[in-house]
């Protein structure tokens, strides 16, 4: 089954400790995101990427890492994790920037 | 990419047609018009997109406005699972930088 793959679902973390959200996809797409979801602010892009080894940041990127070393994973890394990085996040995945969006279930981070 | 501008909710009945406006004034002549749905706090769901004629396909209807300044969804027969949150988006064809979602609308089917 074609799917985007986001682990863990819900997590629980405090200030300052590394955590990395992985997002993986069976698709072949080159293309990957991430976005972020908060109550009245809609989804917000973090980083996108183009291809392997190919990054950019999004409208939100500061406290937030991402790499692409292979074309079906794009983890997301919080290297100090703060209170306000609290949100939803989503991985989404096309097969090129002008095709529609899958995307994954959704990691619901805590920072506390 | 252009910014849109959508009603923050509505309800529809059952078994009626759902309309949902998309405002976006300021698109330009290369941007597509994209749909999505998100139910409950699940991944967004592509239901549809076009740039100047009007789509259709097994889910929904989109109608853009010749001057391509506002688009509708149309759901011709909503059940009561279409209630979601609908983002209306104005992207350029070929970008980097992806989606804009807003804030979308939130509908509600009523039985």
């Known amino acids: 089954e074609a799917q985007v793959t986001q682990n863990p679902r819900y997590l629980i973390t405090v200030t300052g400790k590394k955590l990395t959200v992985t997002c993986s996809q069976n698709m072949n797409h080159e293309y990957m995101s991430w976005y972020r979801q908060d109550p009245g602010l809609g989804l917000r892009q973090i980083y996108y990427?183009?291809?392997?080894?190919?990054?950019d940041k999004g409208d939100v990127p500061e406290g937030y890492k991402v790499s692409r070393k292979e074309k079906r994973n794009f983890p997301l890394i919080l290297e100090s994790p703060s209170p306000n990085q609290t949100s939803l996040y989503f991985c989404?995945?096309?097969?090129?920037?002008?095709?529609?969006?899958?995307f994954g279930n959704g990691t619901r981070l805590t920072v506390t | 990419d252009a910014k849109t501008t959508q009603p923050p909710s509505m309800d529809c009945a059952e078994g009626r047609a759902a309309n949902l406006p998309c405002n976006h004034s300021t698109i330009s002549g290369n941007e597509y018009v994209y749909w999505y749905r998100q139910i409950h706090s699940q991944g967004p769901q592509y239901i549809i997109h076009?740039?100047?004629n009007n789509e259709t396909n097994e889910m929904a209807s989109l109608i853009i406005t010749e001057d391509r300044k506002s688009s509708t969804l149309i759901l011709p027969h909503a059940t009561l699972r279409d209630t979601a949150v609908y983002y209306c988006?104005?992207?350029?064809?070929?970008?980097?930088?992806?989606?804009?979602f807003g804030t979308g609308t939130s509908l509600t089917v009523i039985p």
């Open positions: 989404a995945s096309s097969s090129s920037p002008d095709s529609p969006l899958h």
């Open positions: 990427s183009m291809n392997v080894e190919v990054t």
């Open positions: 988006i104005v992207r350029v064809f070929y970008t980097g930088n992806q989606f804009y």
């Open positions: 076009g740039l100047k």
